[in-house]
T-cell receptor, first 114, second 109 residues
Framework: DGGITQSPKYLFRKEGQNVTLSCEQNLNHDAMYWYRQDPGQGLRLIYYSQIVNDFQKGDIAEGYSVSREKKESFPLTVTSAQKNPTAFYLC?????????????FGPGTRLTVL | EDQVTQSPEALRLQEGESSSLNCSYTVSGLRGLFWYRQDPGKGPEFLFTLYSAGEEKEKERLKATLTKKESFLHITAPKPEDSATYLCAVYGGYQKVTFGTGTKLQVIP
């Protein structure tokens, strides 16, 4: 079955820690995305990548970093510079970025700062 | 800047009571409008893509329609399992999709 997996499902972070969220896809999609979802707000784009070894900042990239070393993988690191990291994080992929290509989402990771 | 406004924020229906959800958008040149369903604590599930005014798509009890300013998601004879948050999103080019905040639908048996 093709799809997107995210791990872990729940993650707890202490103040000052960096944490990394995993995202893997086996859909052979070129483009991958990271969104943040907060109550009462639409999904906000953190980073996206159109191709291996290339990625672009989204609307709220400050305090986050990504890498794209493999087509299948797009991990997100939430750094200590992100002042309000508690949120639901969603990874998505699509055939490409340029075009009305539907995005397919993973199950999400809920990050809580202790 | 592209904008998407969904209404109502929440909708409570009796089982079998048909209704519509609205998605109003402002985009310089619409190239695609998407509908997703999201269950609590899960990622959004893709439902439809609409590309141009006048287009309609159906899936089971759901039908999505598109005009030049808005899209409707019609739910016919809903069942409790249709309860979810429905998200609308638009793509106007420039490699960015803009999402609305969603309509939370509750269908009561």
């Amino acid at each position: 079955d093709g799809g997107i997996t995210q791990s872990p499902k729940y993650l707890f972070r202490k103040e000052g820690q960096n944490v990394t969220l995993s995202c893997e896809q086996n859909l052979n999609h070129d483009a991958m995305y990271w969104y943040r979802q907060d109550p009462g707000q639409g999904l906000r784009l953190i980073y996206y990548s159109q191709i291996v070894n290339d990625f672009q900042k989204g609307d709220i990239a400050e305090g986050y970093s990504v890498s794209r070393e493999k087509k299948e993988s797009f991990p997100l690191t939430v750094t200590s510079a992100q002042k309000n990291p508690t949120a639901f994080y969603l990874c998505a992929s699509s055939m490409g970025v340029a075009g009305p290509n539907e995005q397919f989402f993973g199950p999400g990771t809920r990050l809580t700062v202790l | 800047e592209d904008q998407v406004t969904q209404s109502p924020e929440a909708l409570r229906l009796q089982e079998g009571e048909s209704s519509s959800l609205n998605c109003s958008y402002t985009v310089s040149g619409l190239r695609g409008l998407f509908w997703y369903r999201q269950d609590p604590g899960k990622g959004p599930e893709f439902l439809f893509t609409l590309y141009s005014a006048g287009e309609e798509k159906e899936k089971e009890r759901l039908k999505a329609t598109l005009t030049k300013k808005e899209s409707f998601l019609h739910i016919t004879a809903p069942k409790p399992e249709d309860s979810a948050t429905y998200l609308c999103a638009v793509y106007g080019g420039y490699q960015k999709v803009t999402f609305g905040t969603g309509t939370k639908l509750q269908v009561i048996p």
